[in-house]
């Protein structure tokens, strides 16, 4: 792979990265409600989808995706079902209790590490458009002349690093909302607005062709 294609990946990448979507969008919720902690365990689930999801499309899973439309559509009603039913949690919080017990630096007893990891891993395989994507996008800078597993190797290092710096930067974002989330009012409106996104990224994942 020559520099300039690597570069040229580079700056595809940091665009694609900086949209903001339900991945970006759950990091920064739990940084501000869960803090920064919460938000690295979320991280690292998206991250773990991602990657396994974008080695799959080497395979060529994204292609056989392509060719049965039906098991397709499957993957991505369930995932625009999953994302729909985040919303509607967040929605239908209930914060009665004080607001110091509401916000907290530190995830709450109910919600492990684990449990975060285990939302971004399940957010972030919510759309099989990713294998889709990464069947379509990656080949674009593989070169025939040079080994193909070494350009996938490289590019895919290069999207994680990319990808993790803008999670780092929404994680952070959310961490510094924390101190205006400190009255339940606040906090309940900012979940019904990720809520109300979150359903809306469901409905233009259902909508989707």
Not at 24 to 37: E, N, P, T
Not at 110 to 118: H, K, L, Q
Request: proline share 5%.
């Amino acid at each position: 792979m020559g520099v300039q294609a690597w570069w040229l990946f580079v700056v595809m990448t940091f665009v694609v990265s900086a949209t903001p979507g339900p991945n970006m969008l759950l990091v920064m919720s739990h940084g501000a409600r869960f803090g920064l902690r919460a938000a690295v365990m979320t991280m690292a689930g998206c991250m773990t989808a991602l990657l396994c999801m974008m080695s799959i499309s080497a395979v060529g899973l994204g292609a056989l995706l392509h060719a049965f439309p039906t098991v397709f559509d499957v993957l991505r009603y369930l995932g625009a079902a999953y994302l729909a039913y985040l919303g509607y949690k967040l929605w239908v919080a209930d914060f009665s209790g004080p607001a110091a017990e509401v916000v907290s630096a530190q995830p709450s007893p109910e919600r492990s590490d684990a449990s975060f990891y285990r939302q971004g891993l399940a957010v972030a395989a919510s759309n099989p458009k990713a294998i889709v994507f990464s069947a379509a996008f990656f080949p674009q800078f593989i070169q025939p002349e040079w080994p193909a597993l070494t350009q996938f190797v490289i590019l895919l290092t290069t999207f994680t690093v990319i990808e993790v710096s803008w999670y780092l930067v929404y994680a952070i974002s959310g961490h510094k909302l924390s101190r205006y989330l400190q009255q339940a009012h606040v906090l309940k409106n900012f979940n019904r607005v990720t809520g109300g996104v979150f359903v809306g990224f469901a409905a233009l994942m259902a909508a989707s062709r």
